[in-house]
């Protein structure tokens, strides 16, 4: 199957600080990639879904000027969490669909923020 | 806006145990459906998905799941688990038949399986 990196796979961060996760397709493109959020033994709730070269969109209750989301190719996206707190620490994870009949997902990004 | 529910949050069974694992969902629509499997320290990965004809799919790892519109479910099964299977399972559901859009996950099942 087609794989997804993320980087970092955690981070550390003061709070007020901002963090930029990225997420990459290695070996195909994707038009389309989400990000979710995963709370220690919850289920993935959908972020945003951006789509390349088009401006991403939010799920309800999702803060767009506190969750920026750049999807600036076809291989890479970018999540970034902008003055964080420690309730922003979570699992944030991404996934990229080349338009067929899978979304693939990354290994995810630990975030902690003191 | 839909909604995805699984009936038993952790499972535990010995090995060649079989297995089942609901998912229900809340959509009246078309939907494509999915089982995710998450190994410990590793990503999501497709076990198995479902989008039109035959309502029972025969995913990855000896994995099936049935489609049941009537009841709006999508159990997962599997006739006998190995210790390998320990992992945690996600329902997953995309409504509107967009195949690649965005996907509503449902709470999670893990699964231990005793040797």
């Known amino acids: 199957g087609a794989v997804v990196s993320q980087h970092p796979s955690w981070v550390i961060c003061k709070s007020g600080t901002s963090v930029k996760i990225e997420c990459r397709s290695l070996?195909?493109?994707?038009?389309?990639m989400f990000w979710y959020r995963q709370f220690p033994k919850q289920s993935l709730m959908l972020m945003a879904t951006?789509?390349?070269?088009?401006?991403?969109?939010?799920e309800q209750g999702v803060e767009k000027d506190k969750f920026l989301i750049n999807h600036a190719s076809l291989t890479l996206s970018t999540l970034t969490v902008t003055s964080a707190h420690p309730e922003d620490s979570s699992f944030y994870i991404c996934s990229a669909s080349g338009g067929y009949n899978e979304q693939f997902f990354g290994p995810g990004t630990r975030l902690t923020v003191l | 806006a839909q909604s995805v529910s699984q009936h038993n949050h952790h499972v535990i069974l010995s090995e060649a145990a079989s297995l089942e694992l609901g998912c229900n969902y809340s959509?009246?629509?078309?939907?494509?459906l999915f089982w995710y499997v998450q190994y410990p320290g590793q990503h999501l990965q497709l076990l198995l998905k479902?989008?039109?004809?035959?309502?029972l799919v025969k995913g990855i790892k000896g994995f099936e799941a049935e489609f049941i519109k009537s009841k709006f479910s999508f159990n997962l099964r599997k006739p006998s688990v190995q210790w390998s299977d320990t992992a945690e399972y996600f329902c997953?559901?995309?409504?509107?038949?967009?195949?690649?859009?965005?996907?509503?996950f449902g709470q999670g099942t893990i699964l231990t399986v005793h040797p």
């Open positions: 959509y009246g629509g078309t939907v494509n």
């Open positions: 951006s789509n390349e070269g088009s401006k991403a969109t939010y």
């Open positions: 997953a559901v995309n409504a509107g038949g967009t195949s690649y859009g965005k996907l509503t």
């Open positions: 479902y989008f039109s004809g035959d309502p």
């Open positions: 070996d195909f493109q994707a038009t389309t």
